[in-house]
């Protein structure tokens, strides 16, 4: 692995954990609040949790959206996690609409409040989940490289992606008959709905595959 792996600071998101899981799988990690070290990191991980509006508030306060943005263009790799890959996205529904940082095409909408028997379930939704390929292109080359075919994800969240192109799905997972992005990709640029960092073995194979891109 050569270069450092910048995590966005901008006050929203469990950035100790996504530290310590990429420390642990041989990073050189920073975290970095500021325009320039996140432009020009050689990787480049948005963490987050709660409501997207929130989340793109705190990083437009901190002139942090178009250094991103910029980061993005240079086609070095990229990891948003929970509401990190939610925001990658053009636009949420969730309390009314927001815009995203646009890097994928795409929204992020409610997770169903039933499952496909009509009947209804948790919401937030919360557990473990096993990821699913979506098509037929399969993992390697991408973050999800070499993982097993039972490997799951833990998850915590109430909206999910809906990225505008099949093509941007890389894994999805079953959610009581509702299929759920789990893995989303564009280039190298992924994000993931669950957290790698809480995700134990699979997780830090995730990472590590992130650090090696």
């Not at 948005?46 to 240079?74: T, W």
Request: hydrophobic letters at 45%; one cysteine or more; glycine letters at 14%.
């Amino acid at each position: 692995m050569t270069g450092r792996v910048v995590v966005v600071d901008y006050g929203f998101g469990n950035l100790l954990s996504v530290t310590r899981a990429l420390a642990h799988v041989g990073a050189e990690v920073v975290q970095s609040s500021q325009a320039a070290s996140i432009e020009n990191a050689d990787r480049l991980v948005l963490p987050g949790v709660g409501a997207f509006g929130v989340g793109m508030a705190e990083l437009a306060a901190r002139h942090l959206v178009e250094p991103i943005k910029r980061f993005a263009e240079k086609a070095r790799p990229f990891l948003g996690i929970c509401l990190g890959m939610q925001m990658m996205l053009d636009r949420s529904e969730e309390f009314g609409r927001s815009s995203g940082l646009g890097l994928v095409p795409g929204r992020v909408v409610p997770v169903p409040p039933c499952g496909a028997d009509g009947a209804a379930h948790k919401i937030p939704y919360i557990g473990w989940n096993r990821l699913q390929a979506a098509g037929a292109k399969g993992w390697d080359g991408t973050i999800l490289a070499g993982l097993p075919d039972d490997a799951c994800g833990y998850f915590l969240h109430s909206f999910m992606a809906a990225p505008k192109s099949s093509r941007h799905r890389l894994a999805d997972c079953d959610y009581d008959g509702r299929t759920v992005a789990a893995t989303i990709a564009s280039g190298s640029l992924y994000g993931c709905q669950f957290h790698p960092e809480k995700s134990g073995p699979v997780g830090l194979r995730i990472l590590a595959n992130f650090v090696g891109l």
